[in-house]
């Protein structure tokens, strides 16, 4: 870690400067892809986070229906999101990986900023959480806690090492 004027960032050198309006870029790209990360999360633990925590992460606009019924006290308050069935689930779980997406392209941007040692771990957990939102797309149901495989986990931790970078990723 290095500190600047601008705070602390990660740097295996004190010659990381990006200047002002590039450092800016770098920081709203860093928090898009952590904001992209964190919904895929939500997106995967609706469930989860209901039946174990009572807790809902969903953004409640999300939750608004026509139908009158309470989908946030059914997560929240009576924990039994399948009360709510499989394909509404699905459902929200999908349009949240839509607002998922729509982050990770803006925090794709900022990657090419880190130095490169940094670049490769940031890029290993991208994929990592891309990999669960096309488990969760391809999927026909919803599936709690949905995961990748140990050899597709290897096999992205090996392609970040290893591999040339390919432009933004």
């Not at 895929?40 to 807790?55: C, K, M």
């Not at 308050?77 to 997406?101: C, F, M, N």
């Not at 900022?110 to 969760?136: D, F, H, N, W």
Request: glycine share 8%; proline share 4%; aromatic share 8%.
């Amino acid at each position: 870690m290095c500190k600047s004027n601008r705070g602390w960032f990660l740097s295996s050198n004190n010659d990381f400067d990006l200047g002002d309006d590039k450092h800016k870029e770098m920081i709203e790209a860093a928090r898009s892809m952590g904001v992209s990360l964190q919904l895929i999360n939500i997106a995967r633990d609706i469930v989860t986070d209901s039946e174990t925590l009572g807790r809902c992460y969903i953004p409640l606009d999300f939750l608004v229906t026509d139908a009158g019924t309470d989908y946030f006290e059914l997560l929240t308050k009576k924990q039994a999101p399948w009360d709510l069935g499989e394909d509404t689930i699905r459902a929200l779980s999908l349009r949240i990986l839509k607002v998922a997406q729509e982050f990770k392209l803006k925090g794709k941007k900022g990657i090419s900023m880190l130095p490169e040692k940094a670049r490769r771990p940031v890029i290993c957990a991208t994929e990592i959480y891309s990999v669960i939102g096309q488990v969760i797309k391809n999927n026909s149901g919803y599936v709690p806690r949905a995961s990748t495989g140990t050899w597709t986990k290897l096999w992205i931790l090996f392609r970040s090492i290893y591999l040339p970078i390919r432009g933004n990723n």
